[in-house]
């Protein structure tokens, strides 16, 4: 299994949190928040946590569906599922 090098997102996704592997993670994370924001918002899948987590959508429908699924979790946790 080969280790990615020091200095990119992958590398900190292994864990390593060294200064060059956290600036590829906060660079790469930019770009992808950058991506999203420049979808029209018609193509924001609302009323789902997709929408309200990658898209940063705080529309009702899409606040509702994040409220729904931590009512849900909350639920579940509460039932010894988690
Ligand atoms: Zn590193
Ligand atoms: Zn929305």
């Known amino acids: 299994m080969t280790i990615p090098q020091h ?3 992958a590398r900190y996704q292994r ?3 060294c200064g ?3 600036a590829a993670h906060t ?3 930019r770009e ?3 991506r999203y ?3 029209p918002d018609k193509q924001i899948p609302h009323g789902t946590r997709t929408g309200y987590g990658a898209y940063r959508c705080r529309c009702v429908p899409c606040k509702g569906a994040e409220a729904a699924y931590w009512r849900g ?3 579940r946790k509460r ?3 988690i």
């Open 27 to 29: 660079a790469r994370t």
């Open 15 to 17: 864990g390593c949190k």
């Open 79 to 81: 039932a010894g599922l």
């Open 32 to 34: 992808y928040r950058a």
């Open 7 to 9: 200095g990119t997102d």
């Open 37 to 39: 924001a420049t979808v």
């Open 73 to 75: 979790y909350r639920a």
């Open 20 to 22: 060059r592997c956290i």
